[in-house]
């Protein structure tokens, strides 16, 4: 009889509420304007019936993150408006 050896990784897996905690915003948040969403980061069920609980791993976590970040500059926006853009 032989054994297969199975290549296994590793990989970190938030569940809505560390996202969230993560994210200092809600839980409903998260379902409502991210998770699922064709833009949004993706997650899976671990079942099938709707109240199954979802797991989001973190490097598509940091990926979204990195993708979405986005720079405040007081200075940029004082410009564009005596420019005339709104």
Do not use: N
């Not at 970190?12 to 998770?35: E, F, I, P, S």
């Not at 833009?39 to 993150?65: C, M, N, Q, T």
């Amino acid at each position: 009889m032989s054994i297969r050896s199975q290549k296994t990784t590793t990989r970190h897996l938030l569940t809505v509420a560390q996202l969230a905690d993560r994210w200092q915003v809600t839980d409903d948040y998260l379902y409502r304007a991210v998770l699922g969403r064709p833009d949004g980061i993706p997650a899976f069920r671990l079942g099938h019936k709707p109240r199954s609980p979802w797991r989001i791993a973190l490097a598509d976590v940091e990926r979204y993150e990195e993708s979405h970040k986005v720079c405040y500059d007081p200075a940029a926006q004082s410009d564009r408006k005596r420019r005339g853009a709104a």
